[in-house]
């Protein structure tokens, strides 16, 4: 008998959803890395829900922060991807490797990704390995002619911090 486990596994691995970089800042210290466990959960008022790794620095700094940046990856930007998917910010400064402008109280908004949003995080709560951060959205930029860079790409990436 096949556990519930292997099923819900073997069917998420088939889908193809949009990767995310989220930014957040602390005064002068910043974390990013990249994420693909997101997801709408409310339409009105609108509600966006991110969850983010306990064994990362962007984890660890988002427990303190008030906003978070949301970007939709572009599909040309393989090589950001894996800077804030296979690098850590606790061995290097991500930032000082991307161009990228301080967006809402002060948090970083990469410049290669035209859509984002910033939301401020109102509940953090477990959920399992990650913490989910739940997100109210207030202010951001859309260019739909930026298509996305998607988890089929990024599932061969090498992760920056241990699994």
Known sequence: MISPQHVVHELVSELDYPMFIVTVAVGSERAGCLVGFTTQC???????????SDKNRTFRLAREATVMVVHLVPREQGELASLFGGQTGDDLDKFE???WSPGPRGTPVLDECRNWFAGRILERFAAGDHDAFLLDPFEGA??????QFAFHRAKRMEPGHEA
Request: hydrophobic residues 30%.
């Open 42 to 52: 409310s339409i009105d008022p609108p509600r966006f829900l991110v969850c983010l």
């Open 142 to 147: 859309s260019d739909s002619r930026q298509e």
């Open 97 to 99: 490797r991307c161009a």
